[in-house]
């Protein structure tokens, strides 16, 4: 077993990361006795030594928000992650595959804070009446390890897989919309990959951003005023290729995109 700390287990995804290059988890050889809260430790080392090198969190995420995959992975509560100003993608854009190891992208709603909002006991009416406006975004999520095999404190500790985000260049006030209903639909070169509402996160995607501040009430945080925040996948995860048109369509929300260039 290794006797690695938190900050070198932190430095050893970081550096996976950065290399593009895909690593065994680490609860297989490294921590095999990981809980899921010594991994927010680690993903904490791991956020600092981000700032450290002069990034800015655009906002916590919110994952594996979806039944399906919280069957999948055998959990009762979805986890967070943090997004950073240098992993935004303009809408319409073109992100690099050779930026990546093996990337996905998933179709979501995000929110933008007007106010911010503290736990415990946060509901989905309090999140939507803090919240200035929704958008579509396209997450891409390139987990660090090998063919994305992972327990939950694996992928607590590699930042919940986080790696870069388009965001859709029309904003709307949530109360314009019924966000539980938001039809979405993920293509890729034209041809529908799948499709959601809303409700496939946690019922309605404010509860997502309500859990997350129940959550990070835990250690001591809060969500914050201008914070943007990814709320979980409406639609599953699909790998990129060289030469993909990829579009998410949200109703009322309209559409975010992007190309995969070389
Ligand atoms: O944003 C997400 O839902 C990613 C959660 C991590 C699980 C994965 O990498 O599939
Ligand atoms: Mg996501």
């Known amino acids: 077993m290794s006797t690695m700390s938190n900050k070198e287990l932190a430095k050893f995804l970081l550096d996976a990361e950065l290399q593009r290059k895909d690593v065994v988890r680490i609860t ?53 992650g943090y997004v950073f100003d240098n992993m935004i993608v303009q809408d319409g854009g073109q992100i690099s595959l050779s930026d990546f190891i093996h990337p996905k992208v998933e179709a979501e709603v995000a929110f933008i804070l007007g106010k911010d909002i503290e736990g415990p006991g946060v509901s989905g009416a309090q999140v939507l009446a803090a919240t200035d406006y929704v958008c579509p975004a396209l997450e891409i999520i390139d987990s660090r390890y090998e063919n994305f095999n992972f327990t ?17 260049s029309k904003v709307r006030k949530p109360e314009e919309l019924d966000l539980e209903l938001i039809g979405t639909v993920l293509s890729i070169n034209g041809e529908i990959k799948d499709l959601g509402a809303g409700a496939a996160v946690l019922g309605h995607p404010a509860n ?9 009430h835990r250690k001591g945080e809060k969500l914050k005023a201008g914070q943007v925040i990814l709320t979980g996948g409406i639609t599953g995860a699909n790998h990129l290729s060289y030469g993909d048109f990829v579009t998410g369509k949200l109703d009322g929300l309209g559409e975010v995109s992007f190309t995969v260039g070389e």
């Not at 997502?208 to 990070?216: F, G, I, K, T, Y």
């Open 208 to 216: 997502s951003v309500a859990m997350l501040a129940n959550m990070l």
């Open 152 to 168: 939950l404190p694996d992928v607590v500790a590699d930042n919940a897989s986080t790696s870069q985000v388009v965001f859709g």
């Open 28 to 80: 297989s050889d490294k921590v095999p006795n990981l809980t899921v809260e010594e991994a927010y430790t680690i993903q904490e080392e791991l956020v600092k030594l981000k700032l450290e090198q002069g990034h800015n969190i655009v906002g916590p995420k919110m994952g594996l928000t979806s039944r399906a995959k919280m069957k999948q992975m055998n959990v009762e509560e979805p986890i967070y």
